[in-house]
């Protein structure tokens, strides 16, 4: 039996390879002069060069077509070439399945460079590109570093329910589920599948508190959805979320373990995935119109120094204080008790701080009832992660530990109490402090690939319109 390896295990270790024979598969990339095919598999980035036998070349050159996947049988030598330092010597090729050089023509495997756009238009070819092979390694790098950061430090993984009858967040649209016929009005939902209204979850927060309050320190991973009619390039419709909940962590403990992880995750993907990021690096710099990217100096820059922090009172601050001495106009006007607006995000930390900002202490009209109230009684125990160009990319806070507060927030948002009192019983057997946030998965994603639009970093992307394939 001939062992068969990834591309990525044969370049890893290339001088071991030299002259053992292996077997390798995967898709044609190209096909020059008769003899050399470069495939790729997936594993990697970088292509392998075959070179076929003359004897070979008779029986299946015809048949080769960029995108054909082959498995190839043959000896690894050292290349004559200067562009890679091992080949593969064939003596034996399987096609496995060609592909029709017509419908190349259409597709996004014509080897020539490709909008994002239309990239999305064939979101099942995707795969096999260049780029978005390169995101969605990333992407799994980050999943993986993020189950590690956890389990190394104490933390169980929670899996919470998709289907809920509650609105964490209380702001937006939820996505309503039900097995009743709609044609039939009005319906009876006493008589659905779970005998009431239920959605799908926008966070699994509130189940994240309960199980940290006696498993001390948990996280979830998973996707919650969000019916808004966003249609911006970091809103997506279904999207991924890890939310860290810590029983005894006040709202400082807080913001330390957000950043400690974030710039965790930054370090090990700079450490693991370097040739993927050199890759998006170049790419981002070639083709983003002159507007320097660097990808991999943006990386370090968050890396680099603390990030700033500052209260909501201090940004609005700033941000009036800016609007007088300079030109800058915002679209909207700023005043106390506003929410700040992606313009004035990116003011903050592009412009004026030019490092990510973490900004606590928001008035408590515009958060979650959740949130622990000030002794100011106007905000509460909120914090945002701004990065640049992303803006929001996490959302937390300490929350509300005392009962009798809690139940009024609740009141006061409108908040329908009922279906919470799972959620307050809580805060009457053995309530404590603690705190958590929420990362936006594909926020993070988007910033370390640097990806423009958030619908190029997943696999499958469901926006306002759109839940194609
Ligand atoms: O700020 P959000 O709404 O916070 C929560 O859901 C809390 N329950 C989290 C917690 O404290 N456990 O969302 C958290 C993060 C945002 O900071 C953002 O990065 C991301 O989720 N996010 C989105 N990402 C993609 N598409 C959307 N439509 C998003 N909405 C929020
Ligand atoms: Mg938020």
Same mark, same amino acid.
């Given at each position: ?33 008769? !003899?050399?095919?470069? $495939?790729?598999? @997936?594993?990697? /980035?970088?292509?392998?060069? %075959? #070179?076929?036998?003359?004897?070979? &070349? *008779?029986? !299946?050159?015809?048949? $080769?077509?960029? @995108?054909?996947? /082959?498995?190839?049988?043959? %000896? #690894?030598?050292?290349?004559?070439? &200067? *562009? ?10 399987? /096609? ?374």
């Amino acid at each position: 039996m001939i062992k068969k390896y990834s591309i990525k295990e044969l370049l890893n270790k290339e001088k071991y390879f030299i002259n053992k024979k292996v077997l390798v598969e995967g898709w044609v990339r190209s096909f020059r002069y008769s !003899i050399f095919i470069t $495939i790729n598999d @997936g594993s990697t /980035i970088k292509n392998l060069q %075959i #070179i076929l036998s003359e004897k070979l &070349e *008779k029986k !299946i050159s015809k048949k $080769i077509t960029i @995108g054909t996947s /082959i498995r190839v049988v043959g %000896i #690894i030598i050292k290349s004559i070439g &200067e *562009k890679q330092y091992i080949e593969l010597k064939s003596s034996d090729i399987l /096609i496995y399945g060609s592909t029709d050089p017509s419908i190349i023509q259409k597709s996004i495997l014509q080897p020539k460079r490709h909008s994002f756009e239309k990239l999305r238009e064939q979101a099942h070819l995707r795969f096999k590109t260049n780029i978005f092979g390169c995101v969605m390694r990333i992407r799994h790098h980050i999943a993986f570093c993020i189950h590690k950061y956890f389990h190394d430090r104490g933390f169980f993984y929670l899996h919470t329910p998709i289907i809920t009858t509650s609105n964490c967040e209380g702001s937006g649209k939820m996505f309503q589920i039900t097995t009743m016929d709609l044609k039939k009005s009005p319906i009876d939902y006493e008589k659905d599948f779970f005998k009431c209204k239920t959605y799908l979850s926008v966070s699994g927060q509130l189940e994240a508190e309960t199980a940290a309050l006696g498993l001390g320190k948990v996280y979830t991973f998973g996707p919650v959805f969000r019916a808004e009619n966003s249609n911006t390039s970091r809103h997506l419709s279904e999207f991924w979320m890890i939310e860290p909940e810590i029983a005894f962590y006040h709202l400082n403990d807080n913001i330390n373990l957000a950043e400690d992880f974030l710039k965790f995750i930054i370090k090990y993907v700079v450490d693991k995935n370097l040739e993927d990021l050199s890759f998006l690096n170049e790419y981002l710099e070639k083709y983003k119109n002159n507007k320097k990217e660097h990808l991999l100096e943006r990386l370090y820059l968050v890396l680099k120094f603390p990030f700033k922090r500052i209260s909501y009172t201090e940004a609005i601050e700033i941000l009036i204080k800016e609007e007088k001495k300079q030109s800058t106009k915002f679209f909207h006007p700023i005043s106390w008790g506003m929410d700040l607006q992606s313009e004035h995000e990116q003011y903050l930390v592009n412009k004026y701080f030019k490092i990510p900002v973490v900004i606590f202490d928001y008035p408590s009209c515009i958060k979650a009832f959740y949130m622990r109230i000030n002794n100011d009684e106007k905000t509460v125990r909120a914090m945002d992660i701004l990065f640049p160009d992303i803006g929001e990319i996490i959302g937390g806070s300490q929350r509300e530990e005392r009962y009798e507060i809690l139940l009024q927030r609740i009141k006061d948002t409108n908040t329908d109490k009922n279906k919470l009192w799972w959620y307050l019983d809580t805060r009457r057997f053995g309530s404590a402090p603690h705190s958590g946030f929420g990362l936006g998965f594909d926020r993070l994603v988007q910033f370390i690939t640097g990806m423009n639009n958030i619908r190029d970093v997943i696999p499958f992307p469901r926006t306002p319109n759109n839940a194609e394939f």
